[in-house]
């Protein structure tokens, strides 16, 4: 997505923390996502934030947002392998009908 | 089980081909997508219907043509089929604008 940046590549080592980073461009999105891609498998919802927060934790996940610099970033604590996948942050403008403006995806691989 | 559901998984075809692909959701939801995923795993909204009525259309070609024949499904079909088509392809529900996403396994078109 030309409008969601991440970065695209993150090497972790097993029992690390990961923090994944995105920015975004529309002010006016009332919440941001993050979806988790397994190899072959569709887009799971991991977590969501609303605008109006600065930080949401849920369970190892912890979600914070700094919208004075439109950036968002996503920390996994205690990283394991199963948390190896492509991780997308998406944002979603009040005035677009629900669209989801994806970023292109940070491939999380998680080491032992 | 809920789910959004999406069939055929693979579909491996000729240029020049029909093809249809199927979504069913069975969680009650008003709104239903389809995305593109290309092999960067760029991921980009072609279509979205809300209770049966196209609300977005974006930039997608007209050999592309979305049909929803109630709010629990909606197919995409593809007239002559061209190389460039090759990707996979993810049908999507949600309920209400801000709520995220949900996201069928995905359909792998690849075009011979």
């Known amino acids: 997505g030309e409008d969601v940046e991440q970065s695209l590549f993150l090497s972790v080592r097993e029992g690390d923390s990961s923090v994944i980073n995105c920015t975004y461009t529309?002010?006016?999105?009332?919440?941001l996502y993050w979806y988790k891609q397994e190899p072959g498998a569709g887009l799971q919802l991991l977590t969501y934030i609303f605008s109006n927060m600065d930080m949401k934790q849920d369970q190892r996940l912890t979600v914070l947002l700094n919208k004075k610099d439109k950036h968002l970033s996503l920390r996994i604590a205690d990283t394991q392998t199963g948390d190896s996948a492509i991780y997308f942050c998406?944002?979603?403008?009040?005035?677009?009908?629900?669209?989801?403006?994806f970023g292109a995806g940070t491939q999380v691989v998680v080491t032992p | 089980d809920t789910a959004v559901s999406q069939t055929p998984k693979y579909l491996v075809t000729q240029m020049g081909n029909d093809k249809s692909i199927k979504c069913e959701q069975n969680l009650g939801h008003d709104t239903m997508y389809w995305y593109k995923q290309d092999s960067k795993k760029f991921l980009k909204i072609m279509f979205s219907?809300?209770?049966?009525?196209?609300?977005i259309n974006e930039t997608v070609p007209n050999r592309f043509s979305p049909k929803s024949p109630d709010k629990a499904h909606l197919n995409l079909h593809i007239n002559s089929l061209e190389l460039g088509d090759s990707a996979v392809y993810f049908c999507?529900?949600?309920?209400?604008?801000?709520?995220?996403?949900?996201f069928g396994s995905g359909t792998r078109l690849t075009v011979v």
């Open positions: 219907y809300n209770n049966k009525e196209l609300i």
């Open positions: 999507a529900s949600s309920q209400g604008q801000n709520y995220g996403y949900t």
């Open positions: 529309d002010s006016s999105s009332t919440y």
């Open positions: 998406a944002e979603s403008p009040d005035d677009s009908w629900g669209k989801l403006q």
